[in-house]
C-alpha cells in the first residue's frame, strides 16, 4: 500500500529553522500534488502549505508565508518543507499528504481532499 513517511521533526527554540522531508513509496509521485499541514492539540488539522506534481506552483497558509517554503524532488520521491523563524505557534504534528493531480492549476486546501496521509512527526518550539 502507499506510504508517506515524515521526517525531521523536534524541539527547537524560537527563531530556529527545521526542514521536514516526507518520502512516498508505492505511488506514481510524479501524478501527485503533495501538501502539508499541521495539528495542534485541541484544533482542527490545518492546511499549511501545497506544491503541484511538476513542482512550478505553490501556495501556503497566510500563516507561514515568507516563512515556510514546500519543494520537491520527484527523482526521489519526496517532499519538503523548510521552515524559518519558527514561533510557539507553529507547534504541531505536521502530516503529509497527497491527491491525484487533475487538470487545475489551484491546489486543494481542504484535507478531506487528500487521500494519503503519512504518519506525522511532531515539531515543537520553544518560547
Known amino acids: 500500500q502507499v506510504q508517506l513517511v515524515e521526517n525531521g521533526g523536534g524541539l527547537v527554540q524560537a527563531g530556529d529553522s527545521l526542514r521536514l522531508s516526507c518520502a512516498a513509496s508505492r505511488l506514481t509521485f510524479s501524478l501527485y500534488n503533495m501538501g502539508w499541514f499541521r495539528q495542534a492539540p485541541g484544533k482542527e488539522r490545518e492546511f499549511v502549505a501545497g506544491?503541484?506534481?511538476?513542482?512550478?506552483?505553490?501556495n501556503y497558509a497566510d500563516s507561514v508565508k515568507g516563512r515556510f517554503t514546500i519543494s520537491r524532488d520527484n527523482a526521489k520521491n519526496t517532499i519538503f518543507l523548510e521552515m524559518n523563524s519558527l514561533a510557539p505557534a507553529d507547534t504541531a504534528v505536521y502530516y503529509c499528504?497527497?491527491?491525484?493531480?487533475?487538470?487545475?492549476?489551484?491546489?486543494?486546501?481542504?484535507?478531506?481532499?487528500?487521500?494519503?496521509w503519512g504518519q506525522g512527526t511532531q515539531v515543537t518550539v520553544s518560547s
Open positions: 506544491i503541484r506534481w511538476a513542482g512550478g506552483i505553490t
Open positions: 499528504a497527497a491527491y491525484m493531480r487533475d487538470t487545475g492549476y489551484t491546489l486543494k486546501m481542504n484535507p478531506s481532499d487528500y487521500r494519503y
